[in-house]
């Protein structure tokens, strides 16, 4: 559904990031590895993404690069 989303990073925390795109705020689930090399707070970011649907749960997983993705 989402193949990347880019725009402004407003937080970092352990395992996610929120990425504001014209006035909305993504939550992606991200490894602390990915997160320490993303850059800093009110940079501009480009995180790919994979759309994961479950009975229970919607959740973003984001990845630094394409490549990331797909493995």
């Keep these: 559904m989402f193949a990347y989303i880019k725009g402004n ?11 504001e795109n014209n006035g909305i705020g ?6 602390s590895k990915s997160i320490g090399t993303i850059g800093s707070i009110g ?5 790919h993404t994979h759309y994961h649907v479950r009975e229970d749960n919607i959740s973003l997983f984001g990845f630094n690069t394409k490549e990331q993705l797909r493995v």
Excluded: G, P, T
């Design 9 to 19: 990073l407003e937080v970092k925390s352990i395992n996610y990031v929120v990425v």
């Design 26 to 31: 993504y939550k992606i689930y991200m490894s």
């Design 43 to 47: 940079d501009k970011v480009k995180v």
